[in-house]
């Protein structure tokens, strides 16, 4: 089953250790810039955000790339930026609905996550669970749950609880 | 701990190597080996000295102050003997040994001599150097007669520019027609006739068959015609040959420096890039040297960003070439002749001015040549670097 | 990094961006042309404009030293004196964006996009009515900015999920 990095924002603590470790895993230093994932933080509603690419099937980005440098790389089973095509145009930076492309600072090329290749790190340190990767399946039942206790047809379990 | 890098070789793909290692290392203390006294110049812009229409300073591509702004020790003319990987080291002619954590051999290429030519009377020469471009343009000025050897872009160029220097050049081309190695025949046809009109003669399908040298030097060829050229100088202009002799035995070396995607050569420390390397072609998939400018300046840096410990990799290589002939414009890029096979076909558009064909292998775009109008050349090369199917939209006429 | 958000699909070929374009390159010095050229592709319009690449591929194939990555400036500049108008750039360019004019009979030169000298004031993106055209300082304030955007629609204008807690 297809696994997808789910996104709970009301879970996130604004903690950025996501950042911190992806760009450890990526670049080998700890500088928040030169992370794939990145918090926007909404200090007067309370709400951390953190933005990650969303794995469309038909990537914008990769839409728009002139060079073909957005995509798969052979024998690898995630989407990267193939650095040595990019030409640093930032046209992916604005196609993404998201906006989680970004420039690389030094090397003038784009950042995307590549999901640590099935395997990403951020997850790992999310320690209130605002970021999972988990089967498409259980996200959306999970979501859907979500919703309907949202909409207020029940009252979720742990308000029962208490 | 500061790193020491070498770098072998002041042309294109030296500098921008040179520029790479600066972005990342600013303490490793950088050598270049040059040995040409000159700064470093555009050797394509040596036909328009040639014509006249620039002047030897206009050739050179930085200032002496880059030397300093980069914190390079420049050795002009010093040439590197030979690359000792075992050793670490770069043995130079002088005398002198310079150790390197990192080195990068961008020592180009030097024209090929077919063997008429190999041992020729004065008179013959290539022209791949400055000191080429001025005896070319001495001998025009006092109205030699100049006979070129090669129907490729060099010798096309520089034909255009003996006719711009107020010369009637002959242009040689064995093959039976002009740009055999880069374009069709159709386009080879719309050129020929531009510079018969210009008063370029071109002989295709002729070989040199021997030299006639009188006292003061060459004075004709006898062509395989049957015909005598009566000339007193001949460029060759029959390709180039990676200069590969400082390295070869102790790197892997079959046309030109093999080299991986990073410039890499097969002795660890030892990086090569520009018209030394032979490389992957992108749509061929076979290695052969590269050979032009805009490899030479990527290699460059990539090959920097490597030496300084960074991790690029250079994408393979698209052969292309951009030409201006006496005001018409030429562009061919990737596959250009088509073989005859239903798997191949060629879309093209024809006008007055213009001739443009796209080049298709199962659909996919491989290839163009363009003629008369190049307009949008890049956005076609992106189409075949990316290799999909888009490629449609480009043949659509332009409402401009 | 000069960033240029060129979005065709908003284009609805008014040309107001050539018109200024050739009036700030004329305040500039330059020649009266535009740096950004509008034409009616397949589909709709097309927009031809620099998009001043990190890795210029137009840099790396100039032959004479005249196009050149400025990195402080975060443009790629085109010195005209030192263009021979050999179609390097032409061919390289992925947008189409490096255009050739006769200066002179028989002689061409480059012309592209300057980045309008007074940075982060794009005059033809001030001037675009539809947003085809969007100018930015930085690419990393423009992804910033964009990622705010897309971050407030996704997750903060319209809770779902968890927010039900905040109910
Ligand atoms: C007339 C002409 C026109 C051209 N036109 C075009 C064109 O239109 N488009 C295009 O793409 N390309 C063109 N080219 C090719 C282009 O010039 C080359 O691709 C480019 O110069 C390669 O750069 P490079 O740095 O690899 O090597 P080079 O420019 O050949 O420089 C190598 C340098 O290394 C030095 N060197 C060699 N051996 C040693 C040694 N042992 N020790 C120290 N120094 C050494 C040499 O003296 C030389 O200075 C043209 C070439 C010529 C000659």
Known sequence: ?162 | MKKEYVVIGNSVAGLSAVRAIRAIDREGSITVVSEERHLPYSRVLLTHYVAGKLRTDDLFLIQEAFYQKMRVRLLRGVRAVRVVPGERGVELDDGRWLRYDAVLVATGARPYFPAVFARGPEGVLGLRTLEDAVRIREAALSGSQIAIVGGGPVGIKLACALQEAGLSPTLLVSSPHILSQVADQEAAAIIERHLARAGVRVRCGVNVEELVAGRRGLQALMLSDGSVLACDMVVVCKGVRPQVELVAGRVRVRRGVVVDAGMRTSAPGVFAAGDVVEVRDLITGEERPSAIWPHAAAQGRVAGTNMAGGRVAFPGALQRNALEVLGLPVVAMGVTRVPADPAWECVITRSKVAYRKLVLKRGRLVGAVLVGDVEGAGIIQAAIRRGDAGWRQLVTPRAS | MLSIAVDETRCNGCRRCEAVCQVVSLANGGLALPRIRIHRGEGGWRVRICRHCEQAPCADACVSGAMRADPARGVVELDASRCVGCYSCVMECPFGAVFMVEIEAGGCRAVKCDGCRERGDLWCARYCPTGALRAGETSGAVATQIRRERAWRLHGAQPYGGGARWR
């Open chain 1, 1 to 162: 089953m297809q696994k997808v990095l789910v996104i709970d924002a009301d879970r996130c603590t604004g903690c950025r250790q996501c950042e911190l470790v992806c760009s450890y895993e990526h670049e080998g230093v700890y500088a928040p810039t030169l992370s794939r994932i990145r918090l926007v933080k909404f200090e007067d509603r309370c709400l951390n955000v953190p933005v990650v690419c969303g794995f469309c099937d038909k990537p914008p980005c990769e839409d728009v790339c002139p060079t073909g440098a957005m995509g798969q790389r052979a024998g690898q089973p995630y989407a990267v930026v193939r650095e040595e095509n990019c030409i640093g145009c930032k046209e992916c930076v604005h196609a993404c609905p998201l906006g989680a492309v970004a420039m690389h600072p030094r090397k003038g090329v784009a950042m995307r996550c590549d999901l640590c290749q099935g395997d990403p790190a951020c997850v790992k340190v999310c320690a209130p669970g605002a970021l999972r990767y988990e089967p498409l399946d259980a996200a959306v039942r999970q979501k859907r749950r979500a919703r309907v206790v949202a909409l207020g047809v029940l009252r979720s379990p742990e308000e029962e609880e208490c």
